[in-house]
């Protein structure tokens, strides 16, 4: 069985600042790992996926994540947060071939302060 | 382009009612999945269409549930008679087909369930 686990349910920052939302996975095979954002009343939105290409993977609106095989951790950084970037973050997990259907975390809600 | 439609954005109901949910995937899309959120909990998949066939119907909760996606348009979620903790947001997401399509998610329905 697949499971990721977010640490933090929420996170805030400062405006400018690192954001690094984290994700651990537990899978018995090599799993496809993605990052979703959801906006207030709107659905979720893919930012990026790691498929066994690069481990370093980017995604949209300057996010990008890392695959750590040894520490089982696919964690979501940007390198500075803007007031847009405020909305709540998934991680989920798939099997490969196991097509969408996704093992998600429980989501980190991500404020962003002046 | 018209995206994932839900339809309604909410929905207020009675324990022992009856409520369906429907969801009209971006059209082309032969898969179309249902997932759900409960309060404070991870997202969680419920079942999975190939067309107008259950591809994949293992997370559906118990026999209160039934989907359908008569004639592989849209597709309709059934909660027959609704019980408390059937409280959460429902969310439908459609891709094409194929393995590794993106997957796009519509914004929810919010059933709450009195």
């Known amino acids: 069985a697949q499971s990721v686990t977010q640490l933090g349910s929420h996170v805030s920052v400062s405006e400018g600042a690192l954001v690094l939302l984290r994700c651990n996975y537990s899978?018995?095979?090599?799993?496809?790992l993605f990052w979703y954002v959801q906006y207030p009343n709107q659905g979720l939105q893919l930012l990026l996926k790691?498929?066994?290409?690069?481990?370093l993977v980017k995604g949209i609106n300057g996010f990008e994540a890392e695959f750590k095989k040894s520490e089982t951790s696919f964690h979501l950084t940007k390198p500075s947060a803007h007031m847009s970037d405020a909305a709540e973050y998934f991680c989920?997990?798939?099997?490969?071939?196991?097509?969408?259907?996704?093992?998600f975390g429980t989501g980190t809600q991500l404020k962003v302060e002046l | 382009e018209a995206g994932v439609t839900q339809f309604p954005s909410h929905s207020v109901i009675e324990k022992g009612q009856t409520v369906t949910l429907r969801c009209d995937p971006i059209?082309?899309?032969?898969?179309l999945y249902w997932y759900r959120r409960v309060m404070g909990k991870e997202i969680k998949f419920l079942l999975h269409?190939?067309?107008?066939?259950?591809?994949?119907e293992s997370g559906m909760p118990n026999n209160r549930f039934l989907a359908e996606r008569t004639g592989g348009t849209y597709s309709t979620l059934k909660v027959q008679p609704a019980e408390l903790e059937d409280s959460g947001v429902y969310f439908c997401?459609?891709?094409?087909?194929?393995?590794?399509?993106?997957?796009?998610f519509g914004s929810g329905t919010q059933l709450s369930v009195l």
């Open positions: 997401a459609s891709s094409q087909q194929g393995q590794g399509e993106k997957l796009f």
């Open positions: 899978s018995s095979v090599p799993p496809y």
């Open positions: 989920a997990v798939s099997k490969r071939g196991g097509g969408n259907k996704l093992t």
């Open positions: 790691y498929t066994s290409a690069a481990t």
């Open positions: 059209s082309g899309h032969d898969n």
């Open positions: 269409f190939v067309k107008e066939s259950k591809q994949d």
